[in-house]
């Protein structure tokens, strides 16, 4: 298995499954969620509103994860999961763990090959970026296995980029 990390759009990846830092609603929002939602187009979303229909009438829960076609996305799926907001009084570190092994554990179903994450809840739900990589990059060291064989981080931004690399590298 190979960890990569990328600068740049993740909605512009070549992988076989995309990963949307989701909210709850499955319906779109901002940032990487409205990203993909746009570019994915129309087809992204009748499957989130299938779900809401079935299964998810409640919204998707925190640290779950769930996937749906990826429309017009230069990928097979999108695996959309719902990390914490960050809270400096309660460690929710297992909360976004979760979100990782959840996404890995959907594509390993899905028979997914090569899988593009973002750095899930360091943006608007406000999750330090150092430490949202340390988990992000120990969790998917700790749970891929086969089929996935890539794992990308793709990062919107310098610090983020940075704060990936220091992470990679530290010994597993």
């Not at 499954?17 to 187009?41: E, P, Y």
Request: aromatic letters at 6%; a neutral charge; glycine letters at 10%.
């Amino acid at each position: 298995m190979t960890l990569e990390l990328v600068r740049g759009d993740i909605t512009a990846q070549h992988v076989d499954a995309i990963v949307n830092a989701a909210n709850s609603s499955l319906l779109g929002g901002g940032g990487v969620d409205g990203a993909i939602h746009r570019r994915g187009g129309p087809a992204v979303l009748a499957d989130c509103r299938r779900l809401r229909a079935s299964h998810y009438g409640k919204g998707l829960a925190t640290g779950r994860a769930v996937a749906t076609t990826a429309g017009l996305l230069d990928a097979r799926w999108v695996i959309h999961t719902v990390g914490p907001v960050w809270a400096q009084s309660e460690d929710r570190s297992e909360l976004l763990a979760s979100c990782y092994r959840e996404s890995l554990r959907v594509a390993r179903e899905l028979g997914a090959k090569s899988v593009a994450f973002p750095a899930i809840s360091t943006g608007i739900f406000g999750w330090p970026m150092d430490d949202g990589a340390r988990i992000a990059v120990r969790t998917v060291r700790e749970a891929v296995d086969a089929p996935v064989a890539e794992v990308r981080f793709v990062l919107f931004g310098d610090d983020a980029y940075t704060a990936f690399e220091r992470a990679l590298a530290v010994a597993p």
